[in-house]
């Protein structure tokens, strides 16, 4: 994952310096295919760094996470195509800054937000049969 977010925030830094719509397009495939399973700088890992692990974990929290990047990078390219730059540059920079930190650190925000709905979503469930 942390060398998926690496490619991620460099494509996104590039999509900020150069306002590129095109690119941030095409980033947002790459975080659909990521939300169907099919996440294309895992399979560029796989095929030229290491081979897939042994142990896998749950694969929910990063696929929600590639969801929350998808829906900022669609809310980048509004602003883009309608021409709103600092809604463009907001998001993508939310996008890159996730990204950043699954990269460098290794914390994936999006995995976190999904584990912290899925505790909140019972409890609201429970309130509501109440």
């Given amino acids: 994952m942390r060398f998926g977010a690496a490619i991620t925030a460099l ?6 310096v150069t306002g590129s719509a095109w690119l941030l397009a095409a980033q947002a495939v ?5 939300a169907l399973g099919r996440q294309p700088y895992g399979m560029l890992f796989k095929a030229l760094v290491k081979s897939a692990p042994e142990e896998t974990e749950d694969a929910r929290p990063p696929r929600f996470a590639q969801v929350v990047g998808l829906v900022f990078a669609v809310v980048g390219l509004v602003g883009f195509l309608a021409e709103i730059t600092p809604l463009a540059l907001v998001a993508t920079a939310a996008a890159l800054l996730a990204a950043f930190l699954n990269a460098a650190f290794g914390f994936c925000l999006g995995c976190e937000m999904y584990l912290l709905v899925r505790r909140l979503l019972p409890a609201a469930k429970m309130e509501v049969s109440k």
């Fill in 11 to 16: 494509v996104l830094a590039l999509v900020l």
């Fill in 30 to 34: 790459v975080f659909a295919c990521g």
